[in-house]
């Protein structure tokens, strides 16, 4: 891997690879990159948006970027896969060379009313069996502290699906304001003078950004998890190093034609290859066009069988263009 970060002008080359993340600072997809990455032999960058890491890894500013890219109960991460459709070509040289799963629990962050610190938190309506709804979801966790002065909630888009049970419960109608990460909405509920807002963010943050804990555990589910991708400039050829192993691809299909994507994913069935994740985001081109991607198991770089690069080779016959995204080693259970 280049060195990018020098240290110093000595002829030592004491120089660290740079890892850019979307901060700021306690965000999930830090505290994967954290889980990945020695702190000591790296050099963490926090970046605004998803966007951001890509183009410091395109432009070669940062040797490694990590982005969200799906979550086990809310799903795709839509700005990850719309840089990765890259319509305009703006991200060629991007791959993905590596994968990370983080636990992901969160909190409710913000500042204890003043006046109502000790009075026990009041559970609205909203788990009351009625004629709508007979049988109402449970949250899993009641707030510690009375929620009533909370007046707006900031999240990123995806914290607030991971935790609408207990968002229906206790602050249902309460504004949502869409921000670039849980950490910043941390940061902006720490700014807030007025204490009336709060954030979905990690225990972390609140530790960071020292604000109060109003409730903890108010994800939908347990298992709540997110994977992150690890992204790089170009090839790695030995990102491929464990027996299990998987490749991301695009690809554009003419939808005209009746079993053209069923034609591709055909590809994948004959050469015994198991698929893994499928998403589609517009082409932007034509409406209601789509570019899909596609996610299965084994590594075109690594392809001892050959039934990889047979696939990949077979599935050009039926799309309209495609692109191999990387291949890298499966983390899922490790
Ligand atoms: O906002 C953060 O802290 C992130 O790192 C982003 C992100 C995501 O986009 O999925 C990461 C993990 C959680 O699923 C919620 C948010």
Redesign the pocket.
Known sequence: MAPHNKLSNSNEDTSIPVVS??GPV???????ALGCFEADRYDYRPETT?TDVFEAVQCGESELGV?????S??GA?V??LELLADRHNRYPDITVCSEAY?D?S?CLLGRKCAKSTTESPVMSGACTPTMSSPDPLKPRTSPLYSLKHIKRIL?????FG?CETFLGAYLKGVERID???????AEMVKEDTTGTSAA???KL?AEIHDIDVLAQGIEDRED?T?R?FILRKGTDASACKSSKTKTLISFTIDHRAPGALASVLQCFQVNALNLTSINSRPTKVVPFQYIFFVEFEGSKLRDPTGRVNKALSTLTQYVQSWRWLGSWDDKLGR
Do not use: C, D, K
Not at 26 to 32: E, I, L, W
Not at 67 to 71: S, T
Not at 179 to 185: I, K, L, M, Q
């Open positions: 993340f979307l306690s965000s999930y997809t830090h505290q994967a998803i982005v969200p890219f799906e979550n109960t809310n991460v700005f990850t983080l992901v969160h999240s990123h888009p995806q914290a991971q921000v670039s990460s849980t950490s910043r909405a979905i963010a990690s943050a709540n997110t992150f």
